[in-house]
């Protein structure tokens, strides 16, 4: 016995370290405050009744793959014509660096099998991120100002865009507590404006 207790010592102590050499994994709250912003249904509706101008467009963002990350089923269509959603996403919430987040955006391969499913989330469990295609260039960087409020916009002339003769997008977007303010617009190869709101950004109030 006398032999074996200076083994057992040394096998404790190597135990030990070993448990204190792993790295505690610390919940990042900024992470999680931002993606419990975006979660939820929305509409511009009182923008619209202000300013005819703009649209009553609906909003859904609702997570999916709760196992693989922060993600993001997002639909958005005339309030009045939800059954023909004109734009369908799924966006990937991250952290980019000590200061910064970056919502990636990707297209799904066959959008029209997804109209209405931010009612049901767990139909995405049916496909996987080879699934879907990353727009690559057109993530939003956005930094946190203040508790519940996060600005930001994606680069300049990164994402690329052939829509009504545009060359590239440009997205601009804060998110608050209880809105969202998005403006989206075109540019053609010389910068020119082609399409999207001209005065300022889509303010879609939460509703839910």
């Given at each position: 016995?006398?032999?074996?207790?200076?083994i057992?010592?040394?096998?404790?102590?190597?135990?030990?370290?070993?448990?204190?050499?792993?790295?505690?994994?610390?919940?990042?709250?900024?992470?999680?405050?931002?993606?419990?912003?975006?979660?939820?249904?929305?509409?511009?509706?009182i923008?619209?009744q202000?300013?005819?101008?703009?649209?009553?467009?609906?909003?859904?963002?609702?997570?999916?793959?709760?196992?693989?990350?922060?993600?993001?089923?997002?639909?958005?269509?005339?309030?009045?014509?939800?059954?023909?959603?004109?734009?369908?996403?799924?966006?990937?919430?991250?952290?980019?660096?000590?200061?910064?987040?970056?919502?990636?955006?990707?297209?799904?391969?066959v959008?029209?099998?997804?109209?209405?499913?931010?009612?049901?989330p767990?139909?995405?469990?049916?496909?996987?991120?080879?699934?879907?295609?990353?727009?690559?260039?057109?993530?939003?960087?956005?930094?946190?100002?203040?508790?519940?409020?996060?600005?930001?916009?994606t680069?300049?002339?990164?994402?690329?865009?052939?829509?009504?003769?545009?060359s590239?997008?440009r997205?601009?977007?804060?998110?608050?507590?209880?809105?969202?303010?998005?403006?989206?617009?075109?540019?053609?190869?010389?910068?020119?404006?082609?399409?999207?709101?001209?005065?300022?950004?889509?303010?879609?109030?939460?509703?839910?």
């Amino acid at each position: 016995m006398k032999h074996l207790l200076p083994i057992i010592i040394l096998l404790s102590f190597f135990y030990n370290c070993k448990n204190e050499s792993k790295p505690e994994i610390k919940e990042d709250k900024e992470l999680k405050e931002l993606f419990a912003l975006m979660q939820g249904s929305f509409n511009s509706e009182i923008q619209a009744q202000i300013d005819s101008s703009y649209y009553n467009i609906a909003l859904h963002m609702y997570p999916i793959w709760e196992d693989k990350g922060n993600f993001l089923y997002v639909e958005q269509a005339l309030s009045n014509r939800q059954n023909k959603p004109y734009r369908q996403r799924i966006y990937e919430v991250t952290r980019a660096s000590d200061s910064t987040f970056s919502s990636a955006i990707y297209a799904l391969n066959v959008d029209s099998l997804w109209i209405g499913k931010w009612k049901n989330p767990k139909a995405f469990d049916a496909i996987s991120l080879n699934d879907i295609a990353l727009k690559e260039g057109c993530e939003v960087i956005l930094k946190r100002t203040k508790p519940n409020q996060f600005i930001g916009k994606t680069g300049d002339t990164t994402c690329v865009s052939t829509m009504r003769g545009a060359s590239f997008a440009r997205s601009e977007v804060e998110i608050l507590e209880d809105k969202i303010i998005s403006w989206d617009r075109g540019f053609d190869a010389n910068g020119n404006y082609v399409w999207g709101a001209e005065k300022a950004g889509y303010i879609f109030n939460k509703i839910d």
